[in-house]
Structures are given as C-alpha cells and as structure tokens.
C-alpha cells in the first residue's frame, strides 16, 4: 500500500539549530515527492519537489531509495520557518494523486 | 494571477443536513481535486477532475458525497445527509498539468463541523 509516514507530530528547536523533518514513504513504484508547508493562517502552498532538486527558503530534502525517506532538512532555523509541514507522496504520474503524510509542526523558539 | 477561491470559509450544520461547497480554480488550470483534512490528519483525495471529467473518485463515500464541474471550472462539492464524522476541513486545489509533478495551488479551505 502507498503510505507516507512523518512520525514526529511536533519538533521544537531553537532558532540557529539544525532542523530535520523526518518522511518516510512506502511505494512500489518511482516515487514523486513533495514537501508542502502551511503557516499560521495560511493556505497549504508547495515548499518543494524532489524532482527539482531545488532549496527553497533554505530547506532542502534528497530523495533516499534504499531507506525509503525524504528527510527535509534546514542548516539554521528561524523563527519565521514555524509551520505544520506536510510530506507528500504523488501515487502515479498519470494522475498526479497526492498521498499525505499526518504532518509535523515545527516550532522555533527564539 | 488569482488564487484557487472557496466559498464558504466555514459551515456549521446539524447532522442529517445537507451542505455544498464551490470552488473555484485558477483560470487555465484543467485539474482539479477536491480533499477532505480530518483535524490532526493530512489532507486525503476525495475526487479529482481532468476538465470536467472525474479521473479519480476511490474515495468519495458515494452514498453521501457527490461533486460535479460542470463546464470545466468551477466545482462543487456536496454532502447529503452530514455525519458528525465528516467534520473536517474540505481543501480544493488545480493544477495546469495533470500529472502534478509541479505540485498544486490549493485554496484557503471551507471549515464544516457537524453537530
């Protein structure tokens, strides 16, 4: 079954510390993977896609095959990074069906 | 360009109700998706439309949920009769391309609690 699992529901650190969000993913095929991030009354928005290798605000996430994650990781937190964090894992490239993981929150604490 | 738009941004009813709600996508986009977000979930697919045609709908309780796009944008989506269990956040999103590899806009949301 296709599953994506963020098994930390809160993650608190101060601000300047490493940040790693942990996803794990379960799917047979050649997986499509998103980080979405939602602030504080906001809209879910799209933070990054593996597929673009791309750093967004800092963050960046390697896609790993034989452990079956895509760890989403930033060198310094800042206060403004405090979100709920999504994981997502896109089921088939034909439909672009999205699978998501629980979610975590990050706190920054000053 | 305009965002993803959702009406209402929140809803109460008593169970055995019935609610709709509309969205409507950023112009030019094809797909659309309709997911249910159960609080302390992530958002889960409950239908997807390609123009006004359903591509996936595994997992719209069909007894009670229907939705329809009728012209290829705008979407509604409608619940008859509400469980309490359908108490959640109800996300509508587009994308240009079909296989999402550049991810979704999704709209601010319509909060329904069921009482």
């Known amino acids: 079954a296709q599953r994506v699992t963020q098994p930390e529901k809160l993650l608190s650190v101060f601000k300047g510390a490493p940040v790693e969000l942990k996803c794990n993913y379960s799917y047979s095929g050649s997986p499509e993977l998103f980080w979405y991030v939602q602030y504080s009354r906001q809209r879910l928005q799209l933070l990054l896609r593996h597929i673009s290798r791309e750093s967004i605000k800092g963050f960046t996430a390697d896609l790993n095959k034989g452990e079956t994650s895509f760890h989403l990781k930033k060198p310094f937190a800042q206060e403004e990074d405090s979100a709920m964090y999504y994981c997502a894992l896109s089921s088939s490239s034909n439909t672009g069906k999205l699978i998501f993981g629980q979610g975590t929150t990050l706190q920054v604490k000053p | 360009e305009a965002g993803v738009a959702q009406s209402p941004r929140y809803k109460i009813i008593e169970k055995r109700q019935s609610v709709a709600f509309w969205c409507n996508p950023i112009s030019g986009h094809a797909t659309l998706y309709w997911y249910q977000q159960i609080l302390g979930q992530g958002p889960k697919l409950l239908i997807q439309?390609?123009?006004?045609?359903?591509?996936?709908d595994s997992q719209l309780p069909k007894d009670r949920f229907s939705a329809e796009r009728l012209k290829g944008v705008d979407s509604t989506l409608k619940i008859q009769p509400a469980k309490l269990e359908d108490s959640a956040v109800y996300l509508c999103a587009s994308s240009r391309f079909r296989t999402g590899d550049y991810g979704y806009t999704f709209g601010s949301g319509t909060r329904l609690t069921v009482v």
């Open positions: 439309f390609q123009n006004n045609g359903v591509v996936d």
